[in-house]
């Protein structure tokens, strides 16, 4: 079966980075993708590692290894619009998985 | 280019009730995703069309939900009867095509509506 691991709640400074973890159990990997969600919004499309290695966009970097089943989604220059929950998600054998979700805490 | 559209926003029904949520895609999308997010979960994917086929359904509750895309377009999905368990945000997202076709994180990208909001009393 499927299934995704990341932490419920992280807390970091303004200004600061931030690391997000997700471990994840598939067969038929096709890739790991990062969604962002505001509460009260519809979740938006931030990256999608397919590879192993770092994919940037701007602040934020996404990494993959494949080997491990793991892979992080790093926020550098954490501003406090970045206060949002951060879903990863496992796409493998035509199902797709979204994990619980992290809480993203920034304090100023 | 237009967003994806879902109507309604917001629906209140008593259990037992049925109802109906109505979705459109961006232009050209061949993928369409219909996903149950419950407060504080991450979205569960209900099902998955591809044009008009249906690529994975299995965590549809099929004896109360039903989906459809006929003309490979918008798509509706429904609930009959509704529990109170169904409260939920259902989303409906889009993609130019099946995730993990191309690596190129552009065609992976899946585009969410605004969601509809239902409570069932």
């Known amino acids: 079966g499927q299934s995704l691991e990341q932490p419920s709640e992280v807390t970091a400074v303004e200004g600061a980075i931030v690391q997000i973890n997700c471990t994840y159990q598939t067969s038929g990997f096709y890739g790991l993708s990062w969604y962002q969600q505001h509460d009260g919004g519809a979740p938006t499309f931030l990256s999608y590692?397919?590879?192993?290695g770092l994919e940037e966009t701007g602040r934020f970097s996404s990494f993959l290894s494949r080997s491990d089943s793991y892979g992080y989604l790093l926020l550098q220059e954490l501003q406090m619009k970045d206060s949002a929950s951060y879903f990863c998600a496992v796409s493998g054998d035509d199902k797709i998985i979204f994990g619980k979700g992290t809480r993203l805490h920034i304090l100023p | 280019e237009a967003g994806v559209a879902q109507s309604p926003r917001y629906k209140i029904i008593e259990k037992r009730q049925s109802v109906a949520f109505w979705c459109n895609p961006i232009?050209?999308?061949?993928?369409l995703y219909w996903y149950q997010q419950i407060l504080g979960q991450g979205p569960k994917l209900l099902i998955q069309f591809q044009n008009n086929g249906v690529v994975d359904d299995s965590q549809l509750p099929k004896d109360r939900f039903s989906a459809e895309r006929l003309k490979g377009v918008d798509s509706t999905l429904k609930i009959q009867p509704a529990k109170l368990e169904d409260s939920a945000v259902y989303l409906c997202?889009?993609?130019?095509?099946?995730?993990?076709?191309?690596?190129?994180?552009?065609?992976?990208?899946?585009?969410f509506g605004p969601g509809t909001r239902l409570t069932v009393l």
């Open positions: 232009s050209g999308h061949a993928t």
């Open positions: 997202a889009s993609s130019r095509q099946l995730l993990g076709l191309a690596g190129d994180g552009s065609y992976n990208e899946q585009f």
């Open positions: 590692n397919a590879l192993d």
